[in-house]
């Protein structure tokens, strides 16, 4: 990967025509939870950014998650030296290329570019350097943990073994359901009390 070569002020002149490679936001969208196809991807890439397409760096990312049918996502855009890194991973303008960028070894960041080379960077050499980060909305997340997890895993995985109980369980609800509506439907048999009179 190169050297940064360009000063920031030249980066942002540019900014609006630097298209997200394919590659680099199918890893991003995967490290915080969400993956896409990488055909839906780079589909996405090629109509959400048509050449030579200026536009905001957001709104760019916006139409091609838009395509990707991850509309969910919020993006928002904003300056490294002003980007809570708490919130890494995320995108960021690096030698005139949109790069992931994630923590690194002690308090270096991580930068991946299109290549797949990642490269550790002091957190400060970014500077001014545009970000973009997606906020993922929480149910989503709990969403895709829940199926990371093992227990969930093996779970699906016991009762996807043996599909005769899905058979089983309509059965009884039907039979269950049948009886419901025969018992409700006989005439009620009225039964007559005796009456008591109470003595004088």
């Known amino acids: 990967m190169s050297s940064n070569s360009e000063s920031p002020g030249e980066q942002l002149e540019n900014l609006r ?30 109509t959400g950014q048509p050449d030579d397409a200026a536009m905001n760096p957001a709104d760019r990312l916006g139409k091609i998650l838009a395509v ?5 996502i919020q993006v928002a855009q904003l300056r490294w030296d002003r ?22 070894d002690e308090g270096d960041v991580l930068i991946t570019g299109s290549d797949g080379n ?20 929480a149910a989503d997340l709990h969403a895709t943990e829940l199926l990371k997890s093992g227990a969930s895993r093996l779970l699906l995985a016991e009762v996807l073994k043996d599909k005769l109980w899905l058979l089983e369980a309509l059965v009884a ?8 509506v025969a018992t409700s439907q006989q005439p ?6 005796p009456t008591f009179r109470q003595s004088q």
């Not at 009620?188 to 009390?193: H, K, M, N, V």
């Open 17 to 46: 025509k630097i298209r997200i490679e394919p590659l680099v936001l199918s890893r991003l969208l995967a490290k915080i939870g969400t993956p896409v196809n990488a055909g839906l991807i780079e589909q996405a890439c090629l």
């Open 188 to 193: 009620e048999r009225s039964e007559r009390l």
């Open 118 to 137: 990642s490269l550790p960077l002091p957190a400060d050499h970014l500077a001014e350097a545009p970000v973009l980060w997606m906020r993922v909305p």
């Open 68 to 72: 990707a049918q991850k509309k969910n």
């Open 83 to 104: 980007f809570d890194r708490r919130h890494l991973p995320a995108l960021v303008l690096y030698t005139a290329a949109w790069h992931s960028v994630e923590h690194g």
């Open 173 to 180: 609800t039907l039979v269950v359901n049948i009886l419901a």
